[in-house]
């Protein structure tokens, strides 16, 4: 071997030696948008809680790892599609995450309700935070074996909740510290009523072996926040207040230094931001259409890793895509794979902001 290429392999050791440690590591931040797919979560009208929801995280999303080079992101959705919600919490866990956070808008009977909250995961005995965490569990329904992913546990039934009273939240205090910036950070931009930090029983947290918390963003019920959430404006500037409050905790609870990228790194990004071509396209491998959903014991799980495929509901089928790509060529690539595996039908089909692109 010659001295230059002995030398070249040391750098490279080095480097994975280095990077190993402490000094490469990144913050894993999990942003899960609520709903998503069939499940549209609260409506009113043709305004929907999953839109909302996706248009929110991607910009919270955006705005961290644009800023800092040491934060890694990772969406349980980047579109318009159906996410079991035990499989939002095993995303997290499965990528080690340091932090979950999850993002929906409240929905009540009385047009009078109002307001923003943030929940941590425990039990409670006050019926109408119980309520909330029933509205938003409910959509386990759509699941396969979900009273075997939830302990028994039946999303509607008051009585079955009861099983949480032995839950020990091990994350409660850091889960409480960030709802409480959270909150603070959201009330100095949006007239939203305080309706406090509260704990109940939420599938999608009480399985995250990490803190986290679930925000209720005003009530798509009431006038008031709904026009005040629905305005782009706004979701800009809460997007802003949220990145800044999940930095805040991460820097001064977590104790981890976020570094943030160069100005000229940022300065590209922000251009790129303000182009219109921001809005990117996200590409996946269709290759099955099906009146049903599959159960983990279908072929496609065989042929697939599971954390890999996902389905969308579209003209009353459940289409089935493989990966998640930002780059055509990348997809291309995979494409062959994929019809490799007896899937000769397979094509690319493109998203842009959630939504299907034809
Ligand atoms: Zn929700």
Redesign the pocket.
Known sequence: MSNKLKMKKLTFIIFIFICSNTFCQKYILVLDA??GGKDP??VYGNIQ?KDI?LSLVLEVGNILSNTYENIKVIYTRQSDIFIPLIERTRIANKSHANLFVSF???ASKSIEANGYEVFVMGNTKVKAWLETAI??NS?AIYEENYLESYDGIDPNSIEGYIAFSLYQNQFLNKSISLADKVTNSTLQIAPFTNRGIKQAPFFVLYKATMPSILI?MGFISNQHDREWITNKDNQKKLAQNLANAIADYIVNVDNFPLKEKSILATQNQLSKANDETNEELIYYIQFLSSNEIFTNTHKIYKDFPSDSISYYFFNNTYKYIYGEFTDYNQARQKLNYVKDKGYNDAFIVKFRNGKRVL
Do not use: Q
Request: overall charge negative; charged content about 25%.
């Open positions: 609520g709903h979560g609260a809680e929801t929906h808008v409240n509205a938003e959509v209720e």
